[in-house]
């Protein structure tokens, strides 16, 4: 369904994500960044550029690796990760922003939920979370193991005291992929602190 190898090529120089430049409004420090699903590595450029001294980079395509050997990177800020996000080590209260553009719903529906509890967990008090959702008309959620959520489950988990709730924001259109292909987009946005 996917030719991830193509999709990190393709999309290794694009713009980072406008939901991630807006997160990082709210992020007080720039020391440690996790970024999820990170593909073409535009949005780790950015944060790299940004002056995060610490980024950790889980991807579970192998090419991720090449493509960050591209970074001007020569303190070694950018570790790769390459395994599923079930397989990562989520360190208690270490990142000061977690970000996850159009990953998570990968983890598939058994699995996003455990994800997101360990992902809230490795946030620190007053760390941002920047990430995507998919919806239930979102294409590739049609007969796969990707995770479709409704707005009330992502407001659910979000919206009470655990969070500090920023944006919630909601994409329904057709448009092209990465590779080219059109298809019916149906997309969560968020940015919320840990509180």
């Known amino acids: ?13 694009k713009e980072p994500s406008p939901l991630l430049k807006e997160a990082l409004t709210h992020i007080v420090k720039l020391q440690r960044a996790l ?3 990170a593909g073409g590595l535009a949005d780790t450029r950015y944060l ?24 001007h990177d020569p303190e070694g800020v ?13 360190k208690e209260s270490a990142y000061d922003l977690v970000n996850a553009q159009n990953a998570l719903p990968f983890a598939g529906p058994e699995n996003i939920w455990q994800v997101m509890d360990l992902l809230e967990g490795s946030l620190k008090p ?13 294409e590739w959620t049609r ?9 009330e489950q992502v407001q659910n ?39």
């Open 1 to 13: 369904m996917h030719n991830w190898p193509l999709y990190i090529q393709r999309t290794k120089t």
């Open 35 to 37: 970024d999820l699903g």
């Open 48 to 71: 790299l550029e940004r002056g995060f001294e610490s980024i950790d980079v889980v991807d579970i395509e192998p090419t991720v690796q090449e493509v960050a050997e591209e970074l």
């Open 78 to 90: 950018v570790k790769i990760h390459i395994c599923t996000f079930n397989n990562f080590e989520f």
């Open 126 to 138: 007053g760390g941002v979370f920047c990430g995507t959702f998919f919806g239930p008309e979102e």
């Open 143 to 151: 007969g796969s193991q990707i995770a479709s959520l409704t707005l």
């Open 157 to 195: 988990f979000f919206d009470n005291e655990r969070w500090i709730l920023h944006k919630i924001h909601e994409d329904r259109s057709v448009r092209k992929t990465a590779a080219g292909n059109e298809k019916q987009w149906h997309i969560f946005g968020v940015i919320a602190t840990r509180a």
